[in-house]
Nanobody
Framework: QVQLVESGGGSVQSGGSLRLSCAAS????????MGWFRQAPGKEREGVAA???????TYAASVKGRFTISRDNNKNTLYLQMNNLKPEDTAMYYC???????????????????????????WGQGTQVTVSS
């Protein structure tokens, strides 16, 4: 199974930018659907963006136009460029690797067929993003 390590989090002021990275090792990363999730204190984890093995992408409405997800298969690395950050973007950010999911534009994450288990999705340990007003 793929192992994931996030980096690039930090504290910025509203309107600032950060770029998160997620280094992958283990299984063939290039074939996986990859995604970024975030979880704020007291809230459920939510999908932010996803990118499929063919490069197709999907975003949550709250970040569309501000965040860009990308991947470098030669470096086994996933990125999330975050611009015009807002206080409501404050959260722990996690990357995820899904060997069976695919991008669906109706959802801000990799999606599996109806009824399929998500048991073997790999998760990183998270990186904290804090945006002050």
């Amino acid at each position: 199974q793929v192992q994931l390590v996030e980096s690039g989090g930090g504290s910025v002021q509203s309107g600032g930018s950060l770029r998160l990275s997620c280094a992958a090792s283990g299984s063939p990363y290039s074939t996986y659907c990859m995604g970024w999730f975030r979880q704020a204190p007291g809230k459920e984890r939510e999908g932010v963006a996803a990118i499929d093995s063919d490069g197709s992408t999907t975003y949550a409405a709250s970040v569309k136009g501000r965040f860009t997800i990308s991947r470098d298969n030669n470096k086994n690395t996933l990125y999330l460029q975050m611009n015009n950050l807002k206080p409501e973007d404050t959260a722990m950010y996690y990357c995820a690797a899904d060997p069976l999911g695919h991008v669906n534009l109706e959802y801000p994450h990799c999606l599996r067929p109806r009824g399929a288990s998500y048991d073997n999705v790999a998760w990183g340990q998270g990186t904290q993003v804090t945006v002050s007003s």
